[in-house]
Every structure is written in structure tokens, then in C-alpha cells.
């Protein structure tokens, strides 16, 4: 036998690619899709620490901007859909406009679940809005960011010189009566 011949019969090319190999590399390509799609995923969605210190910077613009320009500053937290919005105050001989200025909508790893105001008000479904003026805000604000399942972070809003702190877990600045029942006294409620 010829060494030619012995090779072409050993080492015979086939056609094509048997069942198992093509099973083999389709579930590779999808494991593959799989990753890379979760990677890229968690790469263009904001995490919730992002969307919290966003929402801390628009607090402290709405405050600052009301101050500035001397009008008042609404922002529309909507619990419903997920988002806020900001507007200006402009008053007229016509009367008052609301021009809306900025609106975002949040990612749904990080919602805004609930909003607490001074009196201890619970918020979770609705429009809430938030009033800056250019003496400060309406009234402390506590706005609980998290998922489906718990509370990530609060950020509170207080009153007068638009300071805005942030807190890991579930924390509201709330109102308490003094034994007296004349004064009262401002206390973190920490609902962990």
C-alpha cells in the first residue's frame, strides 16, 4: 500500500458536523450570550446607589434654582410610573405656568417605594409634590429607594438650607410629640 492511499483512508474528511457537536456549540454560544448580555446589562443600567445620588443632586439643583431666581421650584415625584419631573414657577400678568425643566424616569432595581413627609405621612402611590421656594422647602421629605423586595437607601430632604443626607437601609425624619404635648421633637425613625 501506497503511502498516499493510507493516509487518505485514515484521515477521511466528512461532511458536515454530527449532532452532539452541534448541541455542544450551541449551548457554548448561549452560555456565552447569557454572560455577556448580563454584563452589558448591569453596565448600562444605573445600580441604585447611582439612582439615589442622582436624585440627591436634582434635590439640591431644585433648591438651589428656586433660590437663585427667586420662584418656586415643584418636583413631581409620580410613585406609579417611576419617575420625577421639575418645573419652574413663573408668574405672569396671565397668570401661573408651570415650564417643565427636567424629567427622569428611574430604573426598576431602584424605586423610589415610598416617600415620608414631617408629619409622617406615608406616601406610596400617586404624585407627590415636592415645593422648593426661595426660603427652602415646604416641609422634611424622607424618600425610600429600593426593589420589589426592601428598602436599599434613604434620602432625607431637610427644611430649611437644602440639605440632603443619604442613609443606607430604611430611615424617616419624623415628628414626635414631647411628654408635654406642646413641642415637638425631631427624631430618625430607622425601620430596619
Known sequence: MSLKKLTTTRFKLRKGMTLV??????MIVSILVVYISTALLSFIRPSPADTVDKFKETLKYCYRLAMIHNQAVILKVNL?????SAFRVIRSEEGIEEKKFLEIGLPSNARIKKIIDLRGVN????????PFTYTGVAEDFSFHFGNDSQVVRSVILYKYNGKVI???????????????????????DSNN
Open 21 to 26: 457537536e452541534t448541541v455542544v456549540v450551541v
Open 80 to 84: 406609579d410610573e417611576n419617575k420625577y
Open 123 to 130: 406616601y406610596d402611590t400617586g404624585i407627590v409634590n415636592v
Open 166 to 188: 443619604v442613609k443606607p437601609g430604611e430611615v424617616s425624619r419624623v415628628a414626635k410629640e414631647n411628654q408635654a404635648g406642646s413641642t415637638i421633637d425631631l427624631e430618625e
